[in-house]
Every structure is written in C-alpha cells, then in structure tokens.
C-alpha cells in the first residue's frame, strides 16, 4: 500500500503547474465538450461564483476577448505528456460510508497550459447526483492552475493537491484563494 501511495505522489508532483506559465486574464470559456444540462447549468454557476468572489469579471462564457480556456469533461486522464499539466487527486463522499469521507485514487481534474489556451479536464464522476460542491471546488482550483497558481503545501487549503468538497472550506481559506489568484491575474 505504502508504494501505491509513494508512486501516486510521485505522479502527482510531477505534473503540479509551474507557476511561470498562465492565461492572459479576463479569460473566456470557448467549449464546454462533454458538459450539457444540469452539468452546465452548475459549471455556468461556478463560474458566475469566482467572478462575485472575485469583485470583477475575471471569466466569460462564450464572449470576450480573454485568453481561450476550454472545460471538458473526461471518463479517464491519459498520463500528462508535458509539465504544464496540474493533476490532482480529491476526496469524495461514498454512499456506503454514509457521512465518512473516503479517499480515492482517481484524479479529479486537470488543466493544461499549452500556447495562450488553457484545457481544463473535469473527472465524469465529478457530474454524478451528489457530487455538485466537489466540482464546484475541483473547478475553482483548475481555474486557479490556469491563473498560474501552484498547489500550496499547507493541507485542506482550495489550492492543495487534495480536494474536498466546497462547503468544507472555511470563510478564510476562501479568502487567502480569491487573495492568491487576485495576485496572480493582475488584480490586487
């Protein structure tokens, strides 16, 4: 077991985002593949939440001249074939647990920065009935690789290599998030 985890860390500090790479910010969403309906409707919301959090409109859907940022939904991450991917893992709620929160292997998302676009890829299971506050916060931190943030060491931050599900973070945990990717698009 110890190995397993020893080699998905390894896996996952290689492909943290390096700061120096980042999206020209406001940004705009340019393609949603995979994600339709309700999906949409709460990734639409998600992004309507950084902006408030934010106090300006650092993000646009389909309109705007920021930098093309494309959000798609994905069954399985291929190996990350450049340094610029983010992969993380995440914790999620499994019904035979009950309350308990179970650890999985599975990388929830992903974002990659390659010549002035940022791809960003969401696991399908973040889509499932329940899982709605563990995309929110998945997203929030992809968005914020493609702002140039890196992973944090301190645990149970937005910005860390595990996610929990939104309403787990405290007011100021948010607040150092929306600070950090502040700083890092130019505006504070």
């Known amino acids: 077991m110890r190995f397993i985890f020893l080699c998905l860390a390894a896996f996952v500090a290689q492909g943290c985002a390096r700061s120096d790479l980042r999206l020209q910010w406001p940004a705009t969403i340019v393609a949603f593949p995979g994600i339709e309906g309700a999906s949409l409707a709460q990734v639409t919301r998600d992004v309507e939440t950084l902006n ?22 994905v069954s399985s991450f291929e190996t990350p074939k450049s340094r610029n991917a983010t ?18 292997t599975r990388i929830a998302g992903r974002a990659t920065l390659f010549e002035g676009r940022c791809l960003i890829e969401l696991g399908g299971f973040l889509f499932d009935e329940g899982q709605t506050e563990l995309l929110t916060a998945v997203l929030l931190h992809e968005l914020a690789h493609c702002a140039g943030l890196p992973h944090v060491a301190e645990k149970n931050e937005v ?9 787990t973070y405290t007011e100021p945990q948010i607040a150092r998030f929306v600070d950090a990717l502040k700083r890092s698009i130019g505006i504070l």
Do not use: C, N
């Not at 409109?57 to 705007?64: D, K």
């Not at 914790?91 to 650890?103: I, M, N, S």
């Not at 290599?161 to 309403?167: A, E, I, R, S, Y």
């Open 52 to 73: 408030q959090k934010v106090g300006e409109r650092v993000l646009s859907i389909f309109e705007g001249s920021g930098s093309p940022l494309t959000i798609s939904k």
């Open 87 to 104: 992969p993380h893992l995440a914790f999620v709620a499994d019904d035979r647990l009950g309350a308990r929160l179970k650890e999985i």
């Open 159 to 167: 910005m860390s290599d595990v996610t929990f599900p939104f309403p």
